[in-house]
């Protein structure tokens, strides 16, 4: 079992940044693979990014690419994102997520086991 707790959202203006984390407590967390989703209101869950478990290897939305950096610290069990030139689209929930390393790669939504809470993101025009 996996607990998963985000945090560092907040409101910034079109343009800043913020610095999305997520603590794991429980399991194995270098042996997951991570992902951050995000949700708007009235919007379905989107993809955002994903992570191995080594770090190395990576994959971005088109939406978001250039802008977000995922980034994970295995012996914190912490993993990180980075989101630079936000825009009030980027405007959302944001959720970090795990996917046992027998996952696709990258993994379907439905292959993420845990989630967090999620934090949220506003970013102003």
């Known amino acids: 079992q996996v607990q998963l707790v985000e945090s560092g959202g907040g409101l910034v203006q079109t343009g800043g940044s913020l610095r999305l984390s997520c603590a794991a407590s429980g399991g194995s967390f270098s042996t997951y693979r991570m992902g951050w989703f995000r949700q708007a209101p009235g919007k379905e869950r989107e993809f955002v990014v994903a992570i191995a478990w080594s770090g190395s290897v990576t994959f971005y939305a088109d939406s978001v690419k250039g802008r977000f950096t995922i980034s994970r610290d295995n012996a914190k069990k912490t993993v990180y994102l980075q989101m630079n030139s936000l825009k009030p689209d980027d405007t959302a929930v944001y959720y970090c997520?795990?996917?046992?390393?027998?996952?696709?790669?990258?993994?379907?939504?439905?292959?993420?086991?845990?989630w967090g809470q999620g934090t949220q993101v506003t970013v102003s025009s």
């Open positions: 997520a795990a996917a046992p390393a027998t996952s696709r790669w990258p993994p379907q939504v439905a292959e993420y086991a845990y």
